[in-house]
């Protein structure tokens, strides 16, 4: 399917709201792209009482750290944009220095591009 292939990561407490593969499924109906939901948790990983989660991420590569990727595939720019919007508005946006990591440029760019509109967060 995909012309166009993006990653969007959100590291913990990133998210505004748990992210799941049905609400994912949802978006990508809605927009004609293709979202899969990929969690890693973190080798170095330690959840305190509460459910607080704590990491020495210095110690792992980006691909090692606690995190909740969204990888997207769409045919065409319009259908990309119109996803990355709702998923921004929905979850927020991630952090956009190691955020994007992984999508092809011209992907991070347009990504980059719709978190500016929002100074990076929603």
Request: aromatic content about 6%; proline content about 4%; overall charge negative.
């Amino acid at each position: 399917m995909a012309e166009l292939l993006g990653k969007m990561r959100w590291f913990p407490g990133d998210a505004l709201i748990p992210i799941r593969q049905d609400g994912l499924d949802r978006i990508a109906r809605k927009h004609g792209v293709r979202l899969l939901l990929k969690e890693i948790e973190g080798k170095t990983q330690k959840v305190l009482p509460g459910g607080v989660i704590v990491e020495r991420s210095w110690e792992a590569s980006i691909d090692e750290a606690t995190q909740s990727i969204v990888t997207i595939e769409s045919k065409d720019e319009r259908s990309l944009r119109s996803c990355v919007r709702e998923l921004i508005d929905t979850y927020r946006g991630p952090v956009p220095m190691w955020g994007m990591w992984g999508s092809s440029k011209r992907v991070e760019n347009i990504i980059n591009e719709l978190l500016d509109q929002d100074d990076c967060w929603s």
